[in-house]
């Protein structure tokens, strides 16, 4: 079974940081890109960055400049590092696992879907977390 525990969110003033952590079970980074997602309310859920198996990376161009993704292969880990946060990024965040299988993958190029109406939603291949909240006050 795949499990994904994040933690780290909490509130911050503008201009702070926060570190988000991830720890998965069930599941390598071998074989599996991973991914953070938001979502504040009345909003969709919208990727804010993720890690491929090869090690790229993408940003949402609004966190460009102020987050960084990394993962810990040996600990089973991927970290959101955020700096420079704005009121704006307030919202929870879930960390996503893209566990598409080889076979799959050598047919095409495979992403995560940039948003969805809810993080959260079944979709085929996609974990998800629980979220943990992140608030940023000006």
């Known amino acids: 079974e795949v499990q994904l525990v994040e933690s780290g969110g909490g509130s911050v003033q503008g201009g702070g940081s926060l570190r988000l952590s991830c720890t998965a079970s069930?599941?390598?980074?071998?074989?599996?890109?991973m991914g953070w997602y938001r979502q504040a309310p009345g909003n969709e859920c919208e990727l804010v960055s993720s890690?491929?198996?090869?090690?790229?990376?993408t940003y949402a161009d609004s966190v460009k400049g102020r987050f960084t993704i990394s993962q810990d292969n040996a600990k089973n880990a991927v970290y959101l590092q955020m700096n420079s946060l704005k009121p704006e990024d307030t919202a929870v965040y879930y960390c996503a696992a893209d566990a598409t299988p080889f076979l799959i993958r050598r047919l095409g190029r495979v992403e995560f879907s940039p948003r969805y109406l809810a993080c959260g939603t079944r979709d085929q291949y996609i974990y998800w977390g629980q979220g943990t909240q992140v608030t940023v006050s000006s």
């Open positions: 069930g599941l390598t980074f071998d074989d599996s890109d």
């Open positions: 890690i491929s198996i090869d090690g790229s990376t």
